[in-house]
C-alpha cells in the first residue's frame, strides 16, 4: 500500500479546506495545560445548518504526545493501525490513492452501537505531510462527515495533534446522541493513539 491511510475517525460536510498556515483551533491557557498535564481535551457543540430543521454535531479534541509530528503522521495515516486504536471501527481500505501521494479514497466501516447500526462510508482525505489531513465525506451512510487533523510541534520531541468533525448520519438520529458518543469515544481513541506515538521505535 503506497500511502499510508488516515483515521478518521474517521471517523470521522464538504467543509472548506482550511489553509495549513491557519490553525482550525486555537487552544486556550486553561486548554493547554490540560494538555501538559497529559489530559485530552474534548470540546462539542451543536452547529445548525441553514435549513434549521437539522444540526450536525460538531466536536474538538486535543492531546499532546511525546514524540516527533513524523511519527504521529506515520501511524495514523496506517490503515491497519487503525483497527487498533479507533473504537468499533471494523474494515478501513484505501480504495484509491493520487499519483503524488498526497491524497487518498478511504472506506470505512464503524459499528457505533445500539443507537446507530453498522456504517459504511467512504471520504476522501488531504495530506500535509506532518502537518495536517482534511477530510471530507463522498458517499456511504451520512450526509456530512468532515474535518481536519492538524499537528504542531511542541519542543523538539512532541507534538500537540487536534482534530475537528462535523457530523450528520442520513438516517434519524438525535445529534445530542452522536456528540455524546464522540465525546466518549474520542479521549480513548487519543490515548491509545499516543501510546502507540510514544512507544513506537525511533525512524531511522
Same mark, same amino acid.
Given at each position: 500500500?503506497? &500511502? &499510508? ?11 472548506? !479546506?482550511?489553509?495549513?498556515? *491557519?490553525?482550525? =483551533? #486555537?487552544?486556550? *491557557?486553561? !486548554?493547554?495545560?490540560?494538555? $501538559? ?24 479534541? *486535543? ?5 516527533? *509530528? ?11 493501525? #487503525?483497527? !487498533? ?18 491524497? !487518498? ?8 452501537? =445500539? ?17 495536517? +489531513? ?14 481536519? =487533523? ?9 507534538? +500537540? ?13 438525535? $445529534? =445530542? ?13 487519543? &490515548? ?13
Amino acid at each position: 500500500m503506497s &500511502r &499510508r491511510w488516515l483515521l478518521a475517525v474517521a471517523v470521522l460536510a464538504s467543509a472548506t !479546506q482550511l489553509a495549513v498556515a *491557519a490553525p482550525d =483551533w #486555537a487552544l486556550d *491557557a486553561t !486548554q493547554r495545560a490540560a494538555l $501538559q498535564r497529559g489530559e485530552v481535551v474534548v470540546v462539542a457543540n451543536e452547529s445548525a445548518d441553514s435549513s434549521e430543521a437539522r444540526r450536525a454535531a460538531v466536536v474538538r479534541a *486535543a492531546v499532546r504526545i511525546k514524540a516527533p *509530528a513524523a511519527r504521529v503522521f506515520s501511524e495514523m495515516t496506517d490503515c491497519k493501525a #487503525a483497527l !487498533q486504536y479507533v473504537p468499533k471501527m471494523k474494515r478501513c481500505v484505501v480504495l484509491e490513492t493520487s499519483a503524488d501521494g498526497r491524497s !487518498q479514497v478511504v472506506e470505512h466501516e464503524v459499528d457505533y452501537g =445500539w443507537f446507530m447500526p453498522s456504517v459504511s462510508y467512504v471520504f476522501r482525505a488531504d495530506y500535509v505531510p506532518n502537518r495536517s +489531513i482534511d477530510f471530507r465525506h463522498l458517499r456511504g451512510d451520512f450526509r456530512e462527515n468532515s474535518g481536519r =487533523w492538524e499537528l504542531t510541534s511542541d519542543g523538539a520531541e512532541a507534538t +500537540i495533534l487536534t482534530y475537528r468533525v462535523r457530523m450528520v448520519p442520513a438516517f434519524r438520529v438525535p $445529534q =445530542w446522541l452522536v456528540r455524546a458518543s464522540l465525546k466518549r469515544e474520542l479521549p480513548e481513541l487519543l &490515548r491509545v493513539l499516543r501510546s502507540r506515538c510514544e512507544l513506537a521505535e525511533p525512524t531511522p
